[in-house]
């Protein structure tokens, strides 16, 4: 059986610093390059933070679609394997607007210290329902996808230990052992998408968040 280990004791041994939101980014570029990925609680900016719970509680639950697994012609709906509903996130809005300009500059920062060859980005609201999961996956294959670097913020105030829901990372790092992430409010997470196998556990509260991925200009086979 795997053992899991709390986030905070894990940052703690892997030297992982608390962060401000003025060197987030360079905190997460460190981090990326060391192990391969980066978990900050309270990290992200406050208006930003605010503006995406709002939508996410508002106008994007309307239309929140059961979430696919796979892309475009191979898109299927296997709600064995993830029970989340989605919405894509663009700059229509300026809520969405705020959410890509920040981004960009996380792929700004990512392209100039790591030389990612970042090129675009993609992004949707989910939404997990009491029961609702997602089983282990990685979100790209190595050489047959494009998505470099997977972003995961969450928008769940005041979550307990009794909500669960966690994101579990299974990190090849010093430790070997996964990192469970909870998703409360303002925790940003990124990690390298072909290397980093992880699932949502069964969560016992609607759980809000958004994933992202950062993709390069690569040819999908
Ligand atoms: C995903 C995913 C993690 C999370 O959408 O691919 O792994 O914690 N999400 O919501
Ligand atoms: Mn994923």
């Not at 607007?97 to 792929?107: H, I, K, S, Y």
């Not at 995961?152 to 005041?158: A, E, F, P, Q, T």
């Not at 790092?173 to 992430?181: N, R, S, T």
């Amino acid at each position: 059986m795997r053992s899991e280990f709390d986030v905070a004791l894990v940052a703690e041994r892997l030297g992982i610093a608390a962060v401000n939101n003025e060197n987030l980014f360079d905190e997460m570029v460190s981090n990326l390059s060391n192990v391969g990925y980066s978990i900050h609680t309270n990290a992200l900016p406050n208006t930003l933070g605010k503006s995406l719970w709002v939508q996410s509680h508002d106008s994007a639950c309307s239309s929140l679609k059961a979430a696919g697994i796979g892309r475009q012609s191979d898109l299927k709906i296997d709600q064995s394997v993830r029970s989340d509903k989605i919405a894509w996130i663009d700059s229509s809005t300026s809520i969405g607007c705020e959410w890509v300009a920040w981004a960009a500059e996380l792929q700004r920062k990512l392209n100039s210290s790591l030389y990612l060859g970042l090129f675009s980005f993609e992004s949707h609201y989910a939404l997990y329902h009491p029961g609702g999961f997602y089983k282990t996956h990685v979100d790209a294959f190595k050489g047959s996808r494009n998505r470099i670097l997977s972003l995961v913020i969450y928008l769940n105030h005041s979550w307990l230990a009794a909500d669960a829901g966690e994101l579990v990372l299974f990190t090849e790092g010093e430790l070997k052992v996964p990192v469970k992430v909870k998703p409360e409010f303002g925790t940003v997470v990124a990690f390298l998408s072909e290397e980093i196998p992880h699932e949502v556990l069964v969560t016992n509260r609607d759980r809000y968040s958004i994933a992202g991925w950062f993709c390069a200009n690569r040819e999908i086979p």
